[in-house]
Every structure is written in structure tokens, then in C-alpha cells.
């Protein structure tokens, strides 16, 4: 199986900063990754595919980088409404797996 | 619009199997897959199953010995059984839209199951 190592655990930020999330894949994935942004109670959603292309309705302020092993989300301007745990996901091969997520908060 | 509807029993015993039905509108089995992925409180995700558009199935292999996914495109409904349930089952299940490639574009607000005598 491909695991996934997200990073960090867990990030505090002030309004209006930039963070940086990061994921490792235990071999190559070729860019088959998603991130995913989950908020209190309720449940997923899709922010990024392809590793860097944006979903339709996600705020441009959101963005997706890497490839081979290495990814990343960057979040922008860091709004109140961010507040959530992020979750990566390789879907290169099979089984599917995630990230084990960061949860993201503000200062 | 898009919309998944997961339903089920909330409280299973141990040992017994679990039913849940995935209910979809706005889109149609025959061209979207639907997928299981579960969370158990607190904790990541877990990919558990998926049901293609054109009806081959695909298992998370650690799981795959006690799992059963189906559909019935006349009721837009996905059907996930899972026997032999433990306590370690307990978890929010999810069920989810996709397409090739294999990521999640919608998902829905999920069912609660516990695992519990």
C-alpha cells in the first residue's frame, strides 16, 4: 500500500497568513493526488485534483504543488472560514489512501 | 444538484452485519461510481469500497474478505454489507461520487455507526 505522510499534525495561523500543508507518498504517485478540506461535523470536501488543479466553487486562494513523492496545499490570505482539518488522498494506485490530516486553526 | 444520502442502523452488535444504502440524485450510476470511505471519531480516513459506472467493483484488500458493495440504478442506491462487525468498526460512513480519475467530488453528510452490545 501507498502511505501517505501528512504534515504537520496540527497548524496555528493568523488571519491573513500564508501555511503551507505537506504530503509524502511512499513512491511515486505521478501526481494522482487530491486534498480535501473537512470541517467541524461534517464531511469532506474536495478543494484540489491532479495535484494542482482547483475545483470548481474553491476559493482562489487555495492552491496545489508537487510532484513524485512530494506535495503540498497552500492556503493565502487565511480567512476565519478555513478553520477545518485538510486531508490528502493518492488515488495513483490501489488501495486508495489518505493523509492522517492537519488540523488547521487560526491565532 | 448533486446529492448523497447515506442511511442506516446506528447501533450494531458485534459479530452481526452492517447494511447501509447510499440514496443519489442529480447524476446517474450509470456514469459516476460511488465509493465508501469511513472515519472513525476523531481519527483519518479509510477508503473502504467503490462501485464503478459500469458495475465492476473494487475492495480495500485488508477488508475486502468481509465486504459486499452493490447497486440498484432503477432506485439510484448503492448497497455496502459488512459482516463480522467489532468495536473497531465504530465510525462515520461516508459515501462518495467519483469518476476516473479516482478522487471524490461530492460526498455526503455521512451515518453514524456504532459497534456495541
Known amino acids: 500500500d501507498i502511505q501517505m505522510t501528512q504534515s504537520p499534525a496540527s497548524l496555528s495561523a493568523s488571519l491573513g497568513e500564508t501555511v503551507t500543508i505537506e504530503c509524502r507518498a511512499s513512491e511515486d504517485i505521478y501526481n494522482g493526488l487530491a486534498w480535501y478540506q473537512q470541517k467541524p461535523g461534517k464531511s469532506p470536501q474536495l478543494l484540489i485534483y491532479?495535484?494542482?488543479s482547483l475545483h470548481t466553487g474553491v476559493p482562489s486562494r487555495f492552491s496545489g504543488s508537487g510532484s513524485g513523492t512530494q506535495y503540498s496545499l497552500k492556503i493565502n490570505s487565511l480567512q476565519s472560514e478555513d478553520v477545518a482539518s485538510y486531508f490528502c488522498q493518492q488515488y495513483y494506485n490501489y488501495p486508495l489512501t489518505f493523509g492522517s490530516g492537519t488540523k488547521l486553526e487560526i491565532k | 444538484q448533486v446529492q448523497l444520502k447515506e442511511s442506516g442502523p446506528g447501533l450494531v452488535q458485534p459479530s452481526r452485519t452492517l447494511s447501509l444504502t447510499c440514496t443519489v440524485s442529480g447524476f446517474s450510476l450509470t456514469s459516476y461510481g460511488v465509493s465508501w470511505v469511513r472515519q472513525p471519531p476523531g481519527k483519518g480516513l479509510e477508503w473502504i469500497a467503490a462501485?464503478?459506472?459500469?458495475?465492476?467493483?473494487d475492495y480495500n484488500s485488508a477488508l475486502k474478505s468481509r465486504l459486499s458493495i452493490s447497486r440498484d440504478t432503477s432506485k439510484s442506491q448503492v448497497l455496502l454489507k459488512m459482516n463480522s462487525l467489532q468495536t473497531e468498526d465504530t465510525a462515520m460512513y461516508f459515501c462518495?461520487?467519483?469518476?476516473?480519475?479516482?478522487?471524490?467530488?461530492?460526498w455526503g453528510q455521512g451515518v453514524m455507526v456504532t459497534v456495541s452490545s
Open positions: 462518495a461520487r467519483f469518476s476516473s480519475p479516482y478522487y471524490f467530488d461530492y
Open positions: 462501485i464503478w459506472s459500469g458495475g465492476s467493483t
Open positions: 491532479n495535484a494542482n
